[in-house]
């Protein structure tokens, strides 16, 4: 995720730097749900809704076991994977979130969030200048994430944005965020995986947590993002 928010693709350094004071702070909250199967905390929230985690229910699902066995399979394996990970995909979202920014396009004259490279890259069909483009980006005071709310423990989207946040750009961060979060944990994407697995080799490959592939495939293939 360093690697991320130094290279300015998908998350910038100040994003990293919000999104951490934005987790540490809703910590002790997260603590406190983690019995109560009524998660009311919003960052809590948006990682159910993104799929980045099992909400609470699930995770306590496990009653045919024994406390020991549940314990182990839901906090010690990869089973349980929303107390080991808290912080690297909490990060990522609450960074990612913060990475889109409300800016008039001044195309359609109407507001819309643009991450850092579709400010840079809608600008500067507009004549403006690289420097410009971000200059416009970072001075932009709303950002995605200020669009939600969470009520009754649900992620919703703040009623003066529904003309805003469509359901493209929902489904672009998400995908964003499944793919990234995977790679952090050592992970292929689905996307990417099927192909892996058209050979014996790749199949054996990607029975293995190796993050070197998952680097080197971010780094040197073409045509862009998992993600478009």
């Avoid at 709303?142 to 009623?159: M, N």
């Avoid at 050592?186 to 014996?200: H, R, S, Y």
């Amino acid at each position: 995720m360093l690697c991320d928010g130094i290279a300015g693709k998908y998350i910038t350094m100040e994003d990293m730097r919000k999104a951490f004071v934005e987790c540490v702070s809703h910590t002790p909250k997260m603590l406190a749900n983690l019995g109560n199967q009524n998660v009311n905390d919003k960052l809590v929230a948006a990682m159910q809704y993104n799929q980045l985690s099992r909400s609470n229910s699930e995770i306590f699902a496990a009653t045919d076991k024994f406390k020991l066995d549940r314990f182990i399979h839901d906090h010690l394996l990869m089973g349980g994977y929303t107390l080991t990970d808290y912080m690297v995909n909490s990060m990522m979202l609450t960074a990612t979130y913060n990475h889109y920014r409300l800016i008039l396009d001044p195309k359609t004259n109407k507001k819309r969030f643009f991450s850092k490279t579709d400010a840079i890259n809608e600008f500067t069909k507009l004549g403006y200048t690289t420097k410009e483009a971000i200059k416009l980006w970072k001075k932009a005071d709303t950002t995605l994430w200020d669009a939600y709310s969470c009520i009754d423990g649900e992620f919703v989207l703040k009623e003066e944005y529904k003309g805003i946040v469509t359901e493209k750009l929902e489904n672009r961060v998400a995908g964003r965020l499944r793919d990234r979060t995977a790679m952090y944990n050592g992970i292929i994407p689905i996307t990417e995986k099927a192909k892996l697995q058209q050979n014996v080799f790749g199949s054996f490959v990607t029975l293995m947590r190796n993050f070197y592939i998952n680097t080197y495939w971010d780094r040197f293939k073409t045509g862009g993002d998992y993600v478009t």
